[in-house]
């Protein structure tokens, strides 16, 4: 209604930093970002070029911030971008980038590359260029809270349940607890199992922790949009929730772009430094686990293999915590082709699970991940983020593959002692 | 002296032999076939000795005396004694008005016939006053002398391609003697001075076959000037090798390295030294350890200094300080425009709503 | 104009104007670019060993992991070209010479048959990206005129420079003149050309590397 080419303009103008001068001054062209990006890997098509998908905003910087581009401009000389063309390249920014960063970690004049999609993404929505998709996920995390549509009652009424599955307090609003646990509305409605597990590791580990009423919901699609304004609306109930609670940390789910937006992007949004800390539950089991705080027996004995969220390696640096807590409780660890720091992205993170329209391109280039698995065929998949997961499980039913698909925490609470320690003691008395 | 060159060469005392050998030597050093050195020895006994004239501009008198002074005897020198020598200021008898007279005569005589040999370059400036002879100035009695000549050969590269006098800022208006002169055969002989040889050659060319020998571009015989210094320098394995001597007085100028980085101009300089040397056949300057000035070449005087490299501009970094400031100013400039508009910006931020991602 | 005149003037008047518009050009668009600024990251920052801009600056020099079977010929040749290109300007004793005439500084150089066959090999490289950039999909794509400008300008240098050593084509005095006048369009187009990454591409990586070594990954 109010989404205008000038408004998405402004917005670039404002975005605009020395660091894309830099890079956009920097590339030469040398096509290498495209063989780090599975859409153009999987679909040989040029346009999905990573560096390409910034065009219109390469354009914008030249004829805003450089001299001879404004000289240029000023003679119309220069091609100015048009809605149409920004309409163009919605397909480019949103359905066929998943914000993975792998053409960051490989552009040789050391463009960060993912860095400039992201704020390209912020003009793309000011001027309405946004999927569908993702616009009404937006609107139902501001209006409703949670991208699902997923309310109180819902998160109380799972609590309820997992509280009787695991027989342990789900604490909820616990002034001072050490934790704040915020969870990824997936968490909620596909995969309870999650909060089960907090559940359990905590009681091990003996720490305190709770959920909060006001702040349950994790994901940030305002980071996906590209839009900062509601981002910062999202980031900050969190931030008053752990305020209000006075935790020491807030605990990120497993949910790579929900990490990102709190651990990197909330400061930035809400313009101040946290008081609280911002952990992913990875790297706080890896804590628990180096301080001897985390005890597990027995062993899975089929063929595993963990799939790396981007935003966990590339974006976000938790790259060791994974290894060793699946060697906790694995045997059969087996690591694909390019795992770690350059793995392949699930194809449907940054918000490009949620376009409807994407989906076909988005199985096209899931043939990468399928590759992976096709080069160590494991009986299952690990992961430590929810849309990965589902983004996983829909792909490998297309293509006919019966890999299940689970969640580290998950797995590691499984092999935790079933008899509290506390407890146990207690009998012994 | 009448009769036949080789009556003459015989009174000196040169034997037939010797003559055979020289046009021998010379028709090779002029890639001509080896039959063309009898043929030239033929040709230039029986010759009829041609009518020249020698007309001095603003010279030195360089080029003279290294074809007559360079030693004694020698067959160059006496090349001279076939050719019928009308007036040469500087070696002629005559003087004054009775000069005159002769130049008037030989050309009057030959005309149309007559070599015309000139060294030196032209002033053109007020007038041509800059150098005159009898009164008149150098260019009336270049173009004077040239209409009736069979053709003209410039000496020295004053004559050639005007020179030191020519030489930044050229006060006399210093031309050479093919600006003057385009509708005459022009044979260039540049040099500083030319190589006796060369001016022989020409003549014997002249003599035997009745023609000029193949030019270059500049006019030059391509027989001697078709290769540069730096082709034929017995030094150049070493600039090959990277050898390169650094000061006069260092290691790799007492083992003979090249002088490339001395400044030696062997690489752009067209001329015959390496091969033909100087004092017949002593040396030539870079054999004496001193770098090629590139004399043969036009403006040579203006090609950066004799002892800079090739490679090695003048003043590269000239206008290095005031461009960097003017472009630090740019850039400053864009700079404070860009904050501006960023800024700008910045303030006219309207908070997105729910409803702003709408179109 | 004759070959020694036009010598003359590249390497006087040519020389002077071409490194006066580079240094100014130079200056333009490092202060354009940088003096643009950003936003200070107000997140933890999570510190790692090896994540720093420092280290990127150095690591982007190799392939990432994994890359170099995706593009061997930009990655072969790329390095040969750019390696090549270092050895001829800075380790050719004429260069050396310029540079010592220039700033005064001097080191000791190659032999010139040395400097000859590196030449063969970056021109060899620089044809191999050429034919790189017309054989694959994404650099074809992305190529504009800008790409075969900037790659001309890039080889008639070494290309005249070398026809000039070698004495072929056209006298000595004309090549080394055309080499000359090369080298100078290369230092006019430089600082306005993606040539320019021969300065950014340092901040860049900087900026990649300082980004994300801020969040603890060692990019």
Partial sequence: MSATLEKGLRVLKEVIDAPIASYFNSCVHCGLCAEACLFYTETGDPRYTPIHKLEPLRRVYEQEYTLLGRLKKMLGLSKPVTDGELDQWQELVYNSCTLCGRCSAVCPVGNDIVYMVRKFREGMSASGHAPEGIRSAVNRTVTLGSPMGVKLPAVQAQMKHVEKDVGLPIPLDAEGAEYLVVLSSMEIINFPEYLGAIARIMQQAGKTWTLCSTAFEATNAGIQIGNSDLAKVIVSRIVEGAEKLRVRTVISPECGHAYTALRWEGANLIGRPFTFEVKHIIEVLGEFQAQGLLKTEGFESDRLTFHDPCQLVRRGGVIGQPRTLMNMVAKNFVEMPDAGYMNWCCSGGGGASAIEEGEALRLQAFRKKKSQFDAVSPDRVVTACANCRIVLEESLEHYNMDIPVVGLTEMIAEHIPNKPQAAARAEGA | ???????????????????????????????????????????????????????????????????????????????????????????????????????????????????????????????????????????????????????????????????????????????????????????????????????????????????????????????????TIHDRCYRRPFYDQGKFARTFDDEGARQGWCLFELGCKGPVTHNACATVKWNGGTSWPVESGHGCLGCSEPDFWDGGGFYKALSVPADPLKFVAASSVVGAGVGAAVGFANRASKNAARSAHETTTLADLEK | ????????????????????????????????????????????????????????????SLPAPGMLKYSPVSYTAGYLFHIGLVLIVFLFAPHILLIQNAIGLSWPGLPSRFVDMITVVTMAAMVAVLVDRINKAPKRFLSTFEDWFAWTVTFLPVLTGWLAVQHLLLPYPTMLALHILSVEILLIVLPFTKLFHAFTLFGSRWYNGQVNGHKGVPV
Avoid at chain 2, 174 to 203: E, F
Avoid at chain 3, 13 to 34: C, H, K, Q, S, T
Wanted: with cysteine; charged share 20%.
């Fill in chain 2, 1 to 227: 002296m009448q009769g036949s060159l080789i009556d003459t060469l015989a009174r000196q005392g040169v034997t037939r032999r010797a003559f055979l050998k020289y046009c021998a030597t010379l028709a090779s050093m002029m890639a001509l076939p080896p039959a063309a050195g009898r043929a030239m020895a033929e040709a230039m006994a029986a010759a009829k000795r041609p009518s020249v004239i020698w007309l001095p501009f603003q010279e030195c008198t360089g080029c003279t005396e290294s074809i007559t002074r360079s030693h004694s005897p020698t067959l160059e020198g006496m090349i001279f004694d076939m050719i019928s020598l009308d007036y040469q200021e500087t070696l002629m008898a005559a003087a004054g008005h009775q000069a005159e007279e002769a130049l008037r005569h030989a050309m009057k005589e030959n005309a149309g016939k007559y070599l015309l040999i000139v060294d030196g370059s032209i002033p053109l400036g007020q007038d041509g006053a800059y150098s005159c002879i009898g009164g008149r100035s150098n260019v009336d009695l270049l173009k004077e002398a040239a209409q009736g000549a069979a053709a003209v050969i410039a000496v020295g590269t004053c004559a050639s391609f005007g020179g030191i006098p020519k030489a930044n800022p050229n006060p006399t208006g210093a031309v050479s003697v093919s600006d003057l002169v385009q509708d005459k055969p022009v044979v260039n002989i540049p040099g500083c001075p030319p190589i006796p040889v060369v001016m022989t050659g020409v003549l014997a060319h002249y003599l035997t076959f009745g023609s000029l020998p193949e030019l270059d571009d500049k006019k030059r015989p391509k027989s001697f000037f078709g290769e």
């Fill in chain 3, 1 to 60: 104009m004759n070959a020694l005149q036009f010598l003359t003037w590249v390497r006087g008047p040519g020389l002077n104007i071409a490194i006066g518009i580079f240094m100014l050009g130079v200056l333009w668009r490092l202060l354009e670019i940088y003096s643009l600024g950003r936003r200070k990251d107000l997140s933890a920052p999570r510190r790692t060993a090896g994540a720093s801009g420092l280290h990127t600056v150095f690591r982007r």
